[in-house]
C-alpha cells in the first residue's frame, strides 16, 4: 500500500504520547526526557518507513495542559490536524496503564468537540504506558533531583 499511515498522538500531560512516536518510528524524534513539567508544547510531525509502509505520527501536547491555557491546545490539535493532511487515520490515546480516569473521559469528549463537532465519533485507539512510576531507575533520578 502506497499511501502513507497517518497518525496523530493525544492524551494528558507526562503519560507517554512523545515515547510512543519515538516507538513507532522507531527513532529518537520526539523530546521524551525524564523532567517534572511537560516537554511537549507544540505539535510536531515526522514519519519512518515501518514494516514496508511509510508511517507519518504527529505529536501533541497534553490535554488539559498545565503549561497552556485551553485555546492554546485546541489549536495545537488544528494544527496536528494540518500537519497531517489530509487528515489523520487514526487517533492514538495514550493511557497510562491502570488509569483512564474521568479526565480521560472528559480528554476524549473534548477531542471530539475541538476535531469534528456533531460528527461521526473519533477512530480512536488506545496506548497503554508503564508511565513514569513504573521505572524504577527513574524513581532513582526522581529522589536523586529532589535532593
Ligand atoms: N516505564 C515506562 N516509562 C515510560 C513509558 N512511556 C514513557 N515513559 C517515560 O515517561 C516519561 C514521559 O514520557 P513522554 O513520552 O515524554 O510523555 P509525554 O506524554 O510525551 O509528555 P509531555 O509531552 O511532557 O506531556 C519519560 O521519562 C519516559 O521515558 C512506558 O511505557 N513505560
Ligand atoms: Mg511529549
Known sequence: MNCPLRVV???QERVGKSSAGNTILGKETFDCRFTMTPLTLTSQE?????LGRRVSVV???GLFSSQL???QVKAEL???VELSSPGPHVFLLCVQLGRFTEQERKGLQMLEKILCPGV???PCFLC??????SRRRSHHRLSKMNE
Open 120 to 122: 461521526l465519533p473519533l
Open 128 to 133: 497503554f504506558s508503564g508511565g513514569v512510576g
Open 69 to 71: 491555557s485551553e485555546g
Open 78 to 80: 488544528e494544527r496536528a
Open 46 to 50: 515526522d514519519s519512518a518507513m515501518v
Open 9 to 11: 498522538l493525544v492524551g
Open 59 to 61: 505529536d501533541t501536547p
